[in-house]
């Protein structure tokens, strides 16, 4: 873990890691970050799980404000940095950071390398739906330039995650468009849209056509890709739109005495499915592609959002998710 990075310091971090540790009895983390720093937070918390938790010691921090690049190959002894390398040289199977989004993705590829045979690692996020199949997103941010064969190793590796992590036997894939027809949509998705149907079967999944942004809360999909620039700009919208209803809901049930008293009557229900359509609460986004699994968090998240980005990156080691994606490749026609 880069224990640094996040804007709420490395106190959410180490609860995050203690947290995990005592759901995981046989498992250890590797804290990167400030000693002395974290050092004073573990001693706060009092936790025996605290055993399994080396710290290493780091000087630097990669900033927000950091050019990506020069801050991977410069701040050699940042959190990010030093976990990075870390991950290269076996000493974890995958890394949780809060950092910098563009020195992550960048350092990834420098410093634990791509997956032979993919150009453009992808960004890839769990969306929860209203049908409880949930679905992989992907890119969120990673390529923006993209061309239509990058959305094609977009779709062999949402499916290859859908398998390994999210237990889908043959996941359902599908193009994120402005409309349903084949036909639709800019030269990116038109170009996108018939080798995605001539990949169909590949990796044990199925390319179901197009699908418009406002039918993905519904469900009935299994895998999303889309370009970086379009799938940023949905997830943050899906997660304005929740923390909206949120509010929305918790203004409602104050309007009055009548909504007070249906609010005490609905408010277990209410926070079940607040609890479950919360982002914070389905980890990070995870870099497809690399070597091994490296899950961004977003800068402001807590101890809960952390925690569920450890659980990710477990699961996408016992799935062998980069092994399943070069599979997968292989399996793919001149790919």
Known sequence: MDAMGGDGGPDSAVVAALDFLRRHPTDEILLAGREQELRATLAEKDSKAGDRLTILDCSEVVTPDDEPVRAIRQKKDSSMVRGLNALADGEADFMVSAGNTGALMSGAVILVGRLCGFERPGLSSVIPTLDHRDLVMLDLGAGVDIKAKNLVQYAIMGAAYARAVMQKSEPRVALLNIGTEPGKGDRLR????????????????????????????KGGFDVIVTDGFTGNMVLKSF??????FRELTRR????????????LLAGPSLRVQF????????????????????????????????????????????????????????EVPNG
Do not use: M
């Not at 409602?252 to 609010?263: C, D, E």
């Open 252 to 263: 409602g049930l104050k309007a009055g005495f009548r909504s007070r008293v249906g609010g």
């Open 190 to 217: 038109r170009d996108a849209y018939p080798l995605l149907a001539e990949w169909d079967g590949g990796a044990g999944a199925q390319f179901v056509g197009n699908v418009e942004a406002r039918d993905l809360i």
């Open 275 to 330: 609890r479950r359509y919360a982002y914070q609460a389905h980890g990070g986004a995870t870099l497809l592609g690399i070597e091994k699994p490296v899950i961004k968090c977003h800068g402001n998240a807590g101890a809960v959002a952390i925690a569920s980005a450890l659980e990710v990156g477990h699961r996408a080691v016992a799935g062998d998710v980069a092994g399943l994606i070069s599979k997968s490749l292989e």
């Open 239 to 244: 997660e304005g739109t929740g923390d909206a």
